[in-house]
């Protein structure tokens, strides 16, 4: 049976997973494929194939590999940090053996196919982790091999997929007599990302869009963590864009597997700032959580993204200014106006 030609993108109903499909199917004449345990919204049903299903399901993956050659892969199915911590073992599951079994899909088709699968893996600042908050503001802005030493079962999930991919990309099978076509795998860390479209769950940087989200439905919002709390973030666009530019990236430019991509640092109370400035009827108070505030610590308050910058001409279009005032506040405040 001949293959179809396609892109596949797991955890295609999930905030990123909306936002790539859209920009994919402008740019790419090859047929999208998308994989979720939840179905995708009506609207992107034109643009792609939508399968529902586990990717711990191996008789599903297998019957994908016969039916399809994927050139391209996203794989974006995960559980998300704060998710993770309430079932570790589960999150283990899902982003190590999915991970584990789609790196296996990717492997076997790049074999049979005889050039190599780009494997795009988006990583996270919960790679790191910062000892104490003066070494979070004196180390204020973090390179990819520093700080590696998580303390959530996602951020261990995250990083350890990270070498499982430049395993399968570098040194896949190599006692075997004949190497294997290996497959492209490339990875970028992201800060916490802001739609204006979908709102986030699960995760730990999310009181950034629920703050802004609630403002705009004029609902009140208690921050769960402290107003001097400062992360990395960056609009949804540019996330996507990122995403596309590395998968498009020419291999020979590519000096390392693993990329920060970052946009803008602030606090939680500049962030309340920047919501009260746009909905100025907005009530948002701080009540920490102190679990989740701990996790919060111990992320990095800025990436480093020299590398990317420098490799793949990466510069994200939406800074602080840019992200509220252009992208987030206008797209929000008609979302709820609808
Ligand atoms: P999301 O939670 O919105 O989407 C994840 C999707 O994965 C969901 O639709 C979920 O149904 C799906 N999924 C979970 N388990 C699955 C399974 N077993 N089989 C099939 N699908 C499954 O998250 P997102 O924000 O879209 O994140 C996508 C990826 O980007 C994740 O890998 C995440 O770790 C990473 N990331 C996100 C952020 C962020 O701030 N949003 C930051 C860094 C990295
Ligand atoms: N936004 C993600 C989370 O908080 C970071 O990877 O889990």
Not at 81 to 106: I, K, M, W
Not at 189 to 199: E, M, Q
Not at 309 to 321: E, K, N, V
């Amino acid at each position: 049976m001949m293959r179809k030609k396609a892109i596949l993108i797991t955890g295609a109903s999930g905030e990123i997973g909306q936002a790539l499909i859209s920009s994919l199917s402008e740019t790419s004449s090859l047929p999208i494929l998308t994989l979720d345990l939840h179905p995708i919204p009506k609207d992107l049903l034109d643009v792609c194939t939508h399968i529902s299903g586990d990717i711990l399901d191996q008789k599903l993956l297998a019957r994908l590999v016969t039916e399809f050659d994927f050139e391209l892969i996203f794989h974006l199915a995960a559980l998300l940090s704060t998710r993770s911590e309430f079932s570790p073992e589960l999150a283990h599951q899902v982003n190590v053996d999915g991970t584990l079994a789609l790196l296996q899909v990717a492997a076997e088709q790049s074999q049979r196919r005889g050039a190599p699968v780009t494997f795009i893996f988006p990583s996270s600042i919960a790679a790191y982790g910062m000892p104490d908050l003066g070494t979070k503001a004196r180390d204020r802005s973090v390179k990819e091999w520093q700080w590696n030493n998580p303390t959530t079962m996602y951020g261990c999930n995250k990083l350890y997929c990270e070498h499982l991919g430049i395993y399968y990309s570098k040194y896949y099978q190599q006692l075997s007599a004949s190497r294997p076509v290996m497959l492209d795998f490339r990875s970028l860390r992201f800060p916490g990302l802001i739609s204006a479209y979908t709102v986030p769950s699960g995760g730990t940087t999310d009181y950034g869009p629920e703050m802004l989200h609630a403002a705009a439905q004029g609902k009140p919002y208690a921050c769960f963590v402290r107003e001097d709390s400062v992360l990395p973030f960056m609009a949804m666009p540019d996330a996507v864009t990122a995403l596309l530019e590395l998968a498009s990236a020419p291999a020979e430019s590519l000096h390392h597997s693993v990329y920060n991509v970052t946009s803008f640092s602030l606090s939680a109370a500049d962030f309340r700032d920047q919501v009260a400035r746009a909905f100025p009827d907005t009530r948002i108070t701080f009540e920490p959580d102190l679990k989740r505030q701990g996790i919060v610590d111990s992320w990095p308050a800025e990436l480093d993204d020299q590398a990317a910058r420098r490799d793949w001409g990466w510069s994200p279009a939406y800074d602080l200014h840019r992200a509220f005032n252009e992208y987030l506040v206008p797209n929000i405040h008609k979302r709820y106006q609808r």
